[in-house]
């Protein structure tokens, strides 16, 4: 078992900027990937970044490349979103999660945290 818990979420103006962190505990070591997603009110869960453990390779969803960065403290075993350049279209809450492989794809994550909202004022 898996056990994540995200903060750091908040209201901020547009063009504002937000860490997201999410500390993950127990069995990471049977996880390749630590991924971010997000979603609005009626709106279907979307990818937003992904890294995995080792070697600290990332992914990224079109919308948030060169305005967001995910990383990781080994140390700490946790994962950050940095969140620059921040828009109104990103508002929604935020969720981490951890799966086998560094994908996009909702079912590809086994464990999610319980989410932290973001709200983009314009």
């Known amino acids: 078992q898996v056990l994540l818990v995200e903060s750091g979420g908040g209201l901020v103006q547009a063009g504002g900027s937000l860490r997201l962190s999410c500390a993950a505990s127990?069995?990471?070591?049977?996880?390749?990937?630590m991924g971010w997603f997000r979603q609005a009110p009626g709106k279907e869960r979307e990818f937003v970044a992904a890294?995995?453990?080792?070697?600290?390779?990332?992914y990224y969803a079109d919308s948030v490349k060169g305005r967001f960065t995910v990383s990781l403290d080994y140390a700490k075993n946790t994962v950050y979103l940095h969140m620059n350049s921040l828009r109104p279209e990103d508002t929604a809450v935020y969720f981490c999660a951890a799966g086998a492989s560094l994908a996009s794809t909702v079912e590809t994550y086994d464990y999610w945290g319980q989410g932290t909202q973001v709200t983009v004022s314009s």
């Open positions: 127990g069995r990471t070591f049977s996880t390749v990937a």
């Open positions: 890294i995995t453990w080792r070697g600290g390779f990332t």
